[in-house]
């Protein structure tokens, strides 16, 4: 799978962008969900802040890149569903379009991708982030 990524990193496309439907062997991914969770077990869920904090914690996920021999810089994410969260406010598509212009932005979920639109759970679902305007590649 890494030798299907290296070809479209290849075409030098604006951004990196990579869902995937299995964790590409090699490649160390982040579980955001349990990573936000251990971020923000001590914080009240209820303020108005929490949203800001969920912000910089996803920030700093996106800022630990890691390096393949073959693919170069990169950050892979598992377990993302909590980003879709209607609290947390992420603007989804402006947080991928950033992280994926400097380095290539793997997510792993079983999501559907269909007319520019990833859809978290199923087609026609309110939880999506709209792709129109980026490019990417999906790997099954």
């Known amino acids: 799978m890494k030798a299907i990524i290296a070809d479209y990193l290849a075409q030098a496309t604006r951004n990196r962008l ?4 299995e964790q590409i062997e090699g490649l160390t991914f982040v ?3 349990k990573a936000l969770a251990e971020s923000l077990v001590k914080q009240d869920l209820r303020s108005p802040m929490i949203a800001y904090m969920a912000e910089e914690v996803l920030d700093e996920i996106l800022s630990s890149t890691k390096v393949d021999d073959e693919i170069g810089s990169y950050v892979a ?5 909590v980003l879709f969260e209607p609290d947390l406010a992420f603007n989804l598509k402006s947080v991928i379009d950033s992280a994926s212009t400097n380095k290539v932005v ?3 979920s079983d999501g559907i991708i269909k007319s520019d639109r990833y859809y978290f759970l199923q087609e026609g679902d309110a939880s999506f982030i709209d792709l ?3 490019s990417y590649i999906e790997i099954y």
């Open 18 to 21: 990579v869902f995937c439907h």
């Open 31 to 33: 579980n955001v969900g």
């Open 77 to 81: 994410l598992d377990n993302i569903g």
């Open 106 to 108: 793997i997510i792993h």
């Open 132 to 134: 129109h305007g980026l």
